[in-house]
């Protein structure tokens, strides 16, 4: 009998996204898999449901979820959602796990192997399910969209007989994915751009798109790239540094976009409440990492606030803002992540934890936490599953181990006990990119 696996529509009210499209769906029907897609789920990417079901899926309700082997969604399930999933259902999304110890520690309390995207290593045979990567480009895309919207003059030089418009000024910090391809759209755009980045291999990128690098280029900066392509928290004396030239250049830009972070931690304040003020009436400043504290000072969370005439743009969720687009590729993602769960011959899954694919992504399995980066979760949840399983079900403590395996192949599996830390990070950057690039938003 075939395995289900079930496409959600999201709860929350700011994803637009779905983990699914017309395309995804015939390739996991081609797999093996019954598909059921919950009503409406597509219909703010702008996939109704009579695509889904012309390529094959079924159209069923939330309750659906409780019969699913499989679950591929955009967002971390809500404590209430996870009530419906049956013990040992698959769930493949992006879970945000850092600062969540609460959230994961609830999934494996409900014994689900849950994967999360953002943790894809950055090999080659992983770029086309690198999530961040595809995500973060539209993102990056879509503030320069969103900077042109707010700011009320033209981007290009434009020579006309009533004399010339010149062009607008647009400076980029972080240039991770995002950046790049903020970049590359202000430079279409007509823009005079700039760009800075603490990492010295993203010079020659920058140039390579047409935009001026700007940078402190001491011993500390050649030196200040993680083997895994992200950027190295700085000095204090090397941000004071690096602060005094963005202050002077920032005062002269007309738009503004920071795409800086840095995984696992708070994103690093790039523009003070001083740079702001000296930066002209209808400048424009987008954080695209605001939902993670932000860049900017006064940055608010899903708005746009004014301050000294500057906007100071916070939108959450961008690339959700392209929703048809962002959706399109998040679920090529998911699809070409999950093929490599899927057994040929039996047309089920079958996981095998010595993969690397699996080692860096698989966050809960069995009942317990098993990512070693989040081993202080791991041991709260264990004692607390226990005890849940003990109450439920009133049995000898040495229960079998299948009854909560979420594959048929490999039921009694475990996760390695001694698997590398694997490095959340970010793959393939815009073509322009000749090395790795940071993990920006």
Do not use: C
């Amino acid at each position: 009998m075939a395995q289900t696996l079930f496409i959600p529509k999201e709860i929350d009210a700011n994803e637009p996204r779905v983990g699914g499209s017309a395309e995804t769906v015939k390739k996991l029907i081609g797999l093996g898999f019954t598909v059921i897609v919950e009503t409406g789920a597509g219909t703010a990417s702008r996939i109704p449901d009579r695509e889904f079901e012309a390529a094959g899926a079924t159209i069923g309700k939330a309750a659906n979820v409780k019969d699913a082997d499989v679950v591929l969604k955009v967002r971390r399930p809500s404590s209430a959602e996870l009530t419906s999933y049956k013990r040992g259902a698959i769930i493949i999304a992006m879970l945000d796990p850092y600062g969540n110890d609460a959230a994961v520690k609830e999934l494996a309390d409900a014994g689900v192997t849950a994967f999360t995207m953002e943790f894809m290593p950055r090999i080659t045979r992983a770029q086309v399910m690198d999530v961040l990567s595809s995500q973060a480009n539209l993102a990056g895309y879509q503030a320069v969209v969103d900077a042109a919207a707010e700011y009320d003059r033209a981007l290009p030089m434009m020579m006309t007989a009533a004399g010339t418009v010149p062009a607008a000024k647009v400076f980029i910090m972080g240039v991770g994915v995002a950046g790049l391809q903020a970049i590359a759209t202000a430079r279409r755009l007509g823009a005079v751009v700039t760009a800075t980045d603490v990492r010295p291999a993203v010079k020659e990128q920058v140039a390579s798109l047409g935009a001026k690098f700007l940078a402190v280029e001491d011993e500390e900066f050649k030196a200040a790239e993680t083997a895994g392509g992200y950027a190295k928290e700085m000095s204090k004396e090397y941000q004071a540094k690096q602060a005094a030239l963005v202050n002077d250049h920032i005062a002269k830009q007309d738009i503004v976009i920071t795409t800086a972070l840095i995984p696992g931690r708070p994103a690093p304040r790039l523009v003070t409440r001083e740079m702001v003020a000296r930066m002209r009436p209808g400048s424009v400043l987008i954080d695209l990492a605001v939902e993670r504290g932000g860049n900017v000072e006064g940055a608010v969370a899903g708005k746009v606030v004014e301050v000294d005439g500057v906007k100071i743009v916070g939108h959450l969720n961008v690339p959700g803002r392209i929703a048809a687009t962002a959706s399109q590729l998040y679920a090529k993602n998911l699809v070409a992540f999950f093929e490599t769960l899927v057994d040929k011959d039996s047309k089920s899954v079958k996981i095998n934890f010595d993969d690397e694919l699996v080692k860096a992504t698989v966050l809960t399995h069995g009942g317990k936490v098993v990512h070693p980066n989040f081993a202080s979760t791991a041991s709260a949840a264990a004692p607390a599953l226990a005890a849940k399983t003990a109450t439920k079900k009133a049995a000898p403590a040495k229960a079998p181990a299948a009854k909560d395996a979420p594959v048929k192949a490999e039921a009694s599996k475990a996760a390695p006990k001694k698997s590398p830390t694997p490095k959340p990070a970010k793959a393939a950057a815009p073509k322009a990119a000749s090395k790795k690039t940071e993990g920006d938003a």
